[in-house]
């Protein structure tokens, strides 16, 4: 897939409120907008498993306290143009 062919992915809920067409200029949404309930997905540094973080929470895991979260991988194609 090239680079100029691949679309920005949009969820589902992004696309639902201006869904009715008749919103005004505030209806249009970026795909840059960051929900204030949406949930990133970290890997605790000790322990592992896979801890839902929202924004303006806490950076600690849930199960052991480490404050060492890594952010997982993106499923996206990143692709690099090498010389």
């Not at 009715?20 to 200029?25: K, N, P, R, S, V």
């Not at 303006?56 to 600690?60: S, W």
């Given at each position: 897939?090239s680079?100029e ?7 589902s ?6 869904a ?6 505030g209806?249009?949404?970026s795909?840059f907008?960051?929900d204030a ?5 970290y890997i ?10 929202r924004r ?5 895991c849930?199960e ?6 890594y952010k997982?991988?993106?499923k996206r194609?990143?692709?690099?143009e090498?010389r």
């Open positions: 897939m680079r062919a691949y679309q920005i992915p949009t969820s809920q992004a696309a639902a409120p201006g009715g067409g008749a919103g005004g200029a209806a249009q949404r795909p907008d960051v309930n949406a949930v990133m997905q605790c540094g000790d322990c592992g498993i896979k801890c839902p973080l303006n929470e806490l950076i600690r849930r052991c306290g480490c404050r060492v979260l997982e991988r993106t194609m990143v692709q690099f090498a």
